[in-house]
């Protein structure tokens, strides 16, 4: 199935205050729309957390750390991982709302979760509350990834959707064209033509892409022309998926699927 229909949302307080709005894309969604949320998001404090996290991914040594309650705040890089339920390379920064941190990063996209969660028909602050006996099935976890230009990409894959979230929505963090961030690829779904559509040609920094993640998308590599550039000069192109994972170990959720089978 292809993307259908693109709808852009200026007033957020309106669409989440009204029951037949949200009725209304949730059907869209199901339907193969892309909602894009504009402005949903602080430009001033993006710009701040890819400084914050830029600095963390040159100083720090990445590592990976499962997906459970109580895990840290922690960054690593795949590169081209065999391990990977979807191949790709990237480098991911992942944030946990029980963990404290300088920059708040839940503080900044929290209103991307509400959101999700309405139209998720959950409530509002599902996944997002520290209680003390957390024992859901599912965290809410920011997902920041930063694709290096000339290696960045991530094989075209079907999210997983269900009773605990209709879409993995993306915040759009980078801004592509001459002069800009980056000029070729990344994020694509594809359209009523069958071309690819990219994310970034259709949204712009701070607003939030909401679509049905089940449907075929994929990151083509980022400035494919650019195999000089180093995991160092963080040159490419960043975005974050606010996700709702399942703990490691439950098998209420499919993984994600590789489409692309190309390992
Ligand atoms: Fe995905």
């Known amino acids: 199935m292809q993307i259908k229909n693109i709808f852009y949302i200026k007033n957020t307080k309106k669409f989440l205050e009204d029951k037949s709005l949200i009725k209304k894309y949730q059907k869209?969604?199901?339907?193969?729309?892309?909602?894009?949320?504009?402005?949903?998001?602080?430009?001033?404090?993006?710009?701040?957390?890819?400084?914050?996290?830029?600095?963390?991914?040159?100083?720090?040594?990445?590592?990976?750390?499962?997906?459970?309650v109580g895990a840290p705040n922690h960054h690593r890089i795949v590169n081209n991982d065999p391990r990977s339920f979807v191949k790709g390379t990237f480098h991911q920064f992942s944030f946990y709302?029980?963990?404290?941190?300088?920059?708040?990063?839940?503080?900044?996209?929290?209103?991307?979760f509400w959101i999700k969660n309405i139209l998720s028909n959950r409530k509002k602050n599902d996944?997002?509350?520290i209680k003390p006996n957390y024992n859901d099935e599912f965290v809410a976890r920011v997902s920041i990834q930063f694709y290096?230009?000339?290696?960045?990409?991530?094989?075209?894959?079907?999210?997983?959707?269900?009773?605990?979230?209709i879409s993995a929505p993306l915040v759009v963090m980078s801004e592509k064209g001459?002069?800009?961030?980056?000029?070729?690829?990344g994020s694509y779904f594809y359209s009523k033509d069958k071309?690819?559509?990219?994310?970034?040609?259709?949204?712009?920094?701070?607003?939030?892409?909401?679509?049905?993640?089940?449907?075929?998308?994929?990151?083509?590599?980022?400035?494919?022309?650019?195999?000089?550039?180093?995991?160092?000069?963080?040159?490419?192109?960043?975005?974050?998926?606010?996700?709702?994972?399942?703990?490691?170990?439950?098998?209420?959720?499919?993984?994600?699927?590789?489409?692309?089978?190309?390992?």
């Open 28 to 68: 869209e969604i199901k339907n193969g729309a892309v909602i894009i949320i504009k402005n949903l998001f602080d430009k001033k404090k993006i710009n701040i957390l890819k400084k914050y996290l830029i600095e963390i991914g040159k100083n720090s040594l990445p590592e990976y750390q499962p997906v459970k």
């Open 97 to 112: 709302r029980w963990n404290q941190d300088l920059i708040d990063v839940f503080e900044i996209f929290e209103k991307g």
């Open 127 to 129: 996944f997002l509350q």
């Open 148 to 165: 290096p230009s000339g290696k960045g990409y991530l094989n075209e894959h079907s999210d997983p959707v269900g009773e605990h979230q």
């Open 178 to 185: 001459p002069k800009k961030d980056f000029l070729t690829g």
């Open 195 to 263: 071309k690819k559509l990219f994310i970034e040609e259709i949204a712009q920094v701070g607003d939030l892409v909401i679509y049905d993640s089940s449907l075929p998308h994929g990151v083509e590599i980022v400035d494919k022309k650019k195999i000089k550039n180093n995991w160092l000069d963080f040159k490419g192109r960043w975005t974050a998926v606010l996700a709702t994972n399942k703990i490691q170990g439950s098998e209420n959720v499919r993984d994600a699927i590789d489409l692309q089978n190309s390992k």
